[in-house]
């Protein structure tokens, strides 16, 4: 740096104050800094062989100028599996019993899925002051990397989840034509899936993903996912690398979603690394919000320096609240290192300004969550991840977590036998205003909670896995820091249902957390006391099969339940996609009877509540009804919690909300990202002003999730037999206090005798004093027998639709019930393919699986935005439990 910048650098300084904040403009001359950090993803052309056809070593491997006859194209990224599905070299794994005919590695070997994968590619010579950088965010699970003849990494990497970074400068070619090699290695031991959760739990010997050698909802994945499995970028910086930037908010004080703000202090660092042989110094600088902040520094050669800046007090920010409770306003933070005005390096983050913090409920005896100084009672969803082949993409990410938006959770927890997710899951996530609770990479079956005969090793064994405890360290100081800047990231956890062996739990604890990330609460496991206190008995989580309804509000469960759940398959139209045309036949309650492929992937069965409603005339009825029953479970599942909201649970989580594979079962939409009616479901019990039926003693109440009072709000509660004839039951005006439950009234007598011949159906309301709808929520009866006997007996509904795009781009379906009749019951609607008639997938509907009563319309939206260009030649389908399957054309 120049006499004259560091004289006007002090001046700066001494004008603006030791904050170090000074208005970008003066930083830059008045004109934006030029970044000279260039990105470019190596996502295409490559191509691959395996091991003992590539006829070579890296070192010539790496060469242009060594001939690769008879390589195959290679998806990267993508595991080898993936390569061989695009290749048309094994069937899809996810359909029928096609797994079956795919070799497993524990059977053939890991030479058999150990591959070469080479990439050619152009990247200029850099110039004076330049370097490049070729960096891998995930391999799974060893590898060696050549370029140009050169080796890259100077000892073999192992670990799936660590991220590389290499300076390729001094290997890049004069005349910009380069060639990068790798081979990659799988897991070793691969496990053997023998049946068992984890198969032989073998697999955790590793830092790595265990379901993939089997689990109760998974078949094995055959090559343990080996491969790049993750993004491949060439980054040219110029003479430094800014590393690991982040960003601390700290909001202090009890805040609320509107209004003007009180400031937020900022507390931000960065990592600068200096590759060269001499001393650099200059300015690190991050922006926010249009103000500057900066540091002068000094970097001696070769080595890597941490700038802390200044706390920065940022005036009426814009705050980050989880979905249901504001907005999910997002800041694009700029971080800087500049030498004479010239900037060397450049670095982007996208964050929001909350605080999370947790304290506990003495009451529930469980964590209490708090954001921006405000209790959220969660209502929370297990993850797996969106693709078992890890085929990921930030559109499927973004419709999956829309897809979790619309069930109006707040909070998704990452299992800990899968993945840390990634920054794209994560950005989807801030996005919609997601909460993420992320396990670390154990599980109480791999890692010894239990005795279990299908495992290999002894429970002493296996709770010293994994055998590298320095790379799982180093794994997770590595993820954090990839991670720590998401404002929907809410906590760490050590492993599902079993923490860390205890070294590496005491290092996380004391040192490696506290230093890189001290904002996050540490669970040591996902059912901890210190989460969720058990004096229950048992493994402190569950259920995981299907229960009447009234268990969720008689049976008092943990009070935080990391994982409750239940069953969730789709409708013919989603189970004829996967499913061969000789197995879509009415399922068989006994496992042992049944059929083969139902078994492979995992029915989960619901015993008699299908034939309450009838029995099935064929699969495609069998699960329409299914619906029915997916639907009913998981509203009253959550309505169960809800009910005793601050009394029994500070929250909860569904086992699970997802499938990364077509499995049948704990799922709100198929692998195809096809919803079934438990989504549905889950969007009105967790909406944030609920009002709902206690199926035990009939009361009414009334969930306010919000931060806000009601005033002056009509409950309006109705019965209606089969025919359309209503009857008021009740019908108050209450007031109803920010986040809380209000009882109202007990009608279970009442609703005892006029259903108990037929069943019927209960409409209930909350209107405003302006006479909108606040909530809407209808419950059908079965008679005193316990069969919807009324259901059955239902007369069809005169109902009309009719479907408009709007001036906003959606298309709104109106669907109108005349007077006289009785409720259009259960109306599914589909945005479908006008040839095929066949869902065009995802598309995101404002509700759905509805019903209108008599006299009344009710307009649902589907939104197209994200939807494939086919949706212009598109049509709606109109199909209900009383009404004809009718067609519309989209005017």
Not at 237 to 249: F, M
Not at 640 to 653: A, F, N, R, S
Request: glycine residues 8%; aromatic residues 12%.
């Amino acid at each position: 740096m120049d006499n004259k910048t560091g004289l006007l650098l002090t001046l700066l300084l001494l004008l603006f104050g030791a904050s170090g904040c000074v208005p970008s403009y003066l930083l830059t001359g008045g004109t934006p800094a030029v970044n000279p950090r260039t990105t470019s993803e190596l996502d295409s052309g490559w191509v691959c062989a395996n091991m003992k056809d590539a006829g070579s070593n890296g070192s010539d491997l790496s060469l242009t100028t060594h001939a690769l006859r008879g390589w195959r194209p290679a998806t990267v990224p993508g595991t080898v599996l993936t390569t061989l599905l695009n290749d048309s070299l094994i069937p899809d794994p996810f359909y029928g019993m096609n797994n079956e005919k795919i070799p497993d590695i524990y059977n053939t070997g890991r030479d058999y899925y150990t591959y070469w994968f080479v990439k050619d590619f152009h990247e200029a010579p850099p110039k004076e002051g330049e370097e490049v950088w070729l960096r891998f965010r995930g391999v799974n699970y060893g590898c060696d990397i050549y370029m140009n003849g050169h080796k890259v990494n100077p000892e073999t990497h192992y670990g799936m989840y660590l991220r590389q970074t290499y300076n390729v400068t001094p290997y890049l070619s004069g005349d910009g034509d380069n060639r990068v090699a790798v081979i990659v290695y799988p897991p070793d031991p691969v496990g053997n899936p023998n049946g068992g959760q984890g198969g032989d739990g073998t697999i955790a010997h590793g830092v790595a993903n265990q379901y993939v050698a089997g689990w109760d909802w998974i078949q094995p994945i055959r090559d343990r996912n080996t491969g790049i499995w993750d993004k491949v970028t060439l980054v040219r910086t110029g003479k430094v690398y800014i590393r690991y930037p982040h960003v601390i908010t700290i909001v202090p004080g009890r805040r609320f979603p509107e209004g003007r703000q009180a400031p937020a202090i900022i507390r931000a660092s960065m990592d600068v690394e200096n590759p060269t042989n001499h001393e650099i110094s200059g300015i690190a600088t991050y922006t926010i919000g249009g103000n500057t902040i900066s540091e002068e520094i000094s970097i001696s050669p070769k080595t890597t320096r941490k700038v802390q800046f200044a706390d920065y007090a940022l005036q009426n920010p814009r705050l980050w609240w989880p979905n249901g409770y504001g907005q999910q306003p997002l800041y694009d933070v700029i971080f800087r290192f500049e030498d004479g005005g010239k900037t060397l390096d450049q670095s982007e983050v996208t964050t929001g300004i909350r605080e999370i913090d947790t304290r506990w409920n003495s009451h529930t005896r469980s964590r209490e969550v708090h954001v921006n100084g405000q209790k959220i009672f969660i209502k929370g969803a297990d993850w797996i991840t969106s693709d078992a082949m890890l085929r990921f993409s930030p559109e499927r990410y973004d419709a999956e977590i829309r897809f979790h938006r619309d069930m109006n959770v707040n909070l998704i927890r990452i299992w800990g036998g899968s993945l840390t997710e990634r920054p794209e899951f994560y950005a989807a996530c801030d996005k919609y205003g997601i909460l993420v609770f992320q396990d670390f990479w154990m599980s109480g079956d791999c890692n010894g909670k239990w005795f279990d005969p299908k495992k290999k090793d002894d429970q002493w064994t296996r709770r010293k896995y994994p055998d590298d405890h320095a790379l799982f360290l180093k794994s997770v100081a590595d993820q954090v820091r990839m991670l720590r800047n998401h404002p929907s990231l809410a906590f760490y956890c050590g492993g599902n249902e079993i923490p860390p062996p205890q070294d590496i739990l005491v290092a996380m604890q004391d040192s490696l957390l506290p230093s890189l990330d001290s904002t996050r609460y540490f669970f040591t496991y996902s059912n901890v006391d210190s989460m969720s206190y058990n004096d229950l008995g048992g493994n402190g989580d569950g259920v995981y099969h299907i229960e009447p309804v009234e268990y969720f509000w008689r049976h008092r469960s943990y009070p935080f339940n990391s994982e409750i759940g239940s069953v969730g398959m789709g409708d013919y139209q989603s189970l004829e996609r996967f499913i061969p045309p000789q197995d879509l036949v009415i399922p068989d309650n006994n496992w042992m009877t049944l059929d083969s492929v139902w078994r492979y992937h995992k029915y989960l069965g619901y015993g008699n509540h299908i034939e309450a409603y009838g029995t099935p005339s064929d699969l495609r009825e069998y699960a329409e009804d299914a619906q029915l029953v997916n639907y009913d479970q998981y509203r009253g599942l959550m309505e169960g919690h809800i009910d005793h909201m601050w009394d029994w649970y500070t929250g909860v989580i569904i086992w699970k909300t997802q499938n990364p594979w077509t499995a049948l079962r704990g799922q709100m939409y198929d692998y195809y990202l096809d919803p079934n009616a438990g989504l549905y479901g889950l969007h009105h019990a967790n909406e944030a002003l609920h009002v709902m039926y206690d199926p035990l003693d009939g009361m009414i109440t009334i969930a306010n999730h919000t931060f806000s009072p009601y005033h002056d709000v009509m409950v309006q509660v109705k019965a209606f037999d089969i025919w359309g004839q209503d009857s008021t039951i009740l019908q108050w005006i209450v007031e109803i206090s920010p986040t809380s439950i209000l009882k109202i009234y007990p009608v279970k007598k009442v609703l005892d005798k006029l259903f108990a011949e037929r069943g019927g159906f209960l409409s209930m309301r909350l209107i405003d004093s302006s006479r909108k709808v606040l909530s809407d929520n209808l419950y059908w009866f079965p008679d005193s027998t316990g069969r919807y006997s009324g259901l059955q007996q239902m007369g069809k509904a005169s109902m009309s639709a009719e479907a408009v795009r709007t001036g906003d781009g959606r298309i709104a379906v109106t669907l109108r019930n005349p007077s006289g009749g009785p409720i259009a019951f259960f109306n599914r609607i589909s945005l479908v393919d006008s040839l095929t008639r066949k869902r065009i997938l995802p598309v995101f509907y404002s509700d759905n699986y509805v019903s209108v009563l008599p006299g009344e319309e009710k307009t649902v939206y589907i939104d197209p935005s994200d939807v494939k260009k086919e949706s212009e030649s598109a049509e709606v389908s109109v199909k209900g439990w009383n009404v004809a399957t009718q067609y519309l054309e989209i005017r």
